[in-house]
């Protein structure tokens, strides 16, 4: 394991697995001793902080399951706005471990994919953005298995639901960053067939005034655009676009939610947000998943920045250590089957 330098001689106080504060090892009592990081959570597949219901009948999942409407609404524009995933237990716990996981050189910090404290390229703005907080703390280790999350996720790809990977994207206070037009799929692949799904949750009240995400109605069905880079030029896509999609651009739809609500995205929709100058912080965390039997596509000269991630060999199904399975359709039972979802 990599270790991290100590800071400081002061004791730390981290989460043990089942949630519990305790004293985080020192392997040593002087600045630049190491410290031993967290224990990785990624191995671990079930929830482990108690803060999570597991449903396992028909009657226990019911209040987690999305109308036909709902499910029309997302095939037809590309996303779904308005569903509530994170309990207020969750979000007191969320708080507490984002407090910490945003500060440079929390114990732990080694099991992040990337770990970027600003990603922003305007010197003036600040765009935090993380991978792989799952890992690393109880409460968003445990978001994946929000029930709420899992059976969206179900019907909204028409298949079992494998966790992909986690983002954090926080945005303070009156001099938050943008978030560059762009399409998730053109980042992601290195894994296909394209069958993917994004749950974006907010930890804050999101509107306008606080650089909400925005999406483009439609847009998932344009076809896959260059990426961009995501803390740079917020119109950077607008150049691949044609007058028609450049005027949808404008139309783009505000994801106004409170905290604890979330939003569901297709691969394709073009999504983004602007500047935060409000006297709120805007800050969200995001799951993302793929449906069961998508493939590694990923080939050594490709896709830099990837070899963070728990490896599969090229043309493996995606699985093991890093990407759980967050429901069976094979062993919920044929109940499931009947439910609203999108023809996967
Ligand atoms: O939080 C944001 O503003 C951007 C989120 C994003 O890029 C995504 O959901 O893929």
């Not at 002061?10 to 190491?34: E, F, K, Y």
């Not at 709902?70 to 237990?89: I, K, M, N, P, T």
């Not at 053109?186 to 999101?206: E, G, K, R, S």
């Amino acid at each position: 394991m990599r270790k991290l330098t100590a800071p400081n001689t002061r004791r730390r106080v981290g989460r043990t697995s089942s949630g519990d504060a305790r004293p985080i090892r020192l392997a040593g009592v002087r600045p630049g001793i190491t410290i031993v990081g967290v224990k990785d959570l990624g191995p671990i597949h079930h929830p482990v902080s108690g803060l999570i219901d597991l449903p396992s009948t028909p009657e226990e999942w019911a209040p987690h399951v999305l109308s036909a409407a709902q499910v029309e609404a997302f095939e037809r524009d590309g996303f779904l706005l308005g569903v509530r995933v994170l309990s207020d237990a969750q979000l007191e716990a969320l708080d507490a471990e984002l407090e910490e996981l945003m500060t440079p050189g929390h114990a732990g910090q080694e099991h992040f994919y990337e770990y970027h404290s600003n990603e922003s390229e305007d010197p003036e703005r600040v765009l935090f953005h993380a991978l792989g907080a799952w890992r690393v703390r109880p409460a968003f280790h445990d978001v994946l298995w929000s029930p709420a999350l899992r059976m969206a996720a179900y019907q909204l790809l028409g298949a079992s639901p494998r966790f992909f990977h986690d983002q954090l994207f926080a945005k303070p206070a009156r001099t938050g960053g943008v978030v560059a037009w762009h399409q998730d799929y053109a980042y992601w692949t290195w894994t296909a067939p394209m069958a993917h799904l994004t749950c974006w949750m907010a930890l804050d009240d999101v509107d306008e005034e606080n650089g909400c995400l925005r999406y483009v109605r439609g847009s998932h069905r344009w076809g896959l655009l260059e990426r961009p880079a995501l803390g740079g030029d917020m119109a950077a896509l607008a150049e691949q676009l044609a007058g028609e999609q450049k005027a949808e651009l404008g139309r783009s739809v505000p994801v106004r939610l409170r905290r604890g609500e979330a939003s569901f995205h297709h691969p394709l929709v073009v999504h983004g947000s602007h500047e935060n100058r409000s006297g709120r912080s805007r800050r969200a965390t995001l799951v993302n998943l793929f449906a069961d039997g998508v493939k590694s596509n990923m080939t050594e000269r490709d896709f830099p920045g990837t070899t963070s991630y728990p490896r599969v060999a090229l043309g493996e199904p995606m699985g093991g250590e890093g990407y759980p399975l967050l429901l069976d359709e094979g062993a919920l039972g044929p109940w499931l089957r009947e439910l609203p979802r999108v023809s996967g």
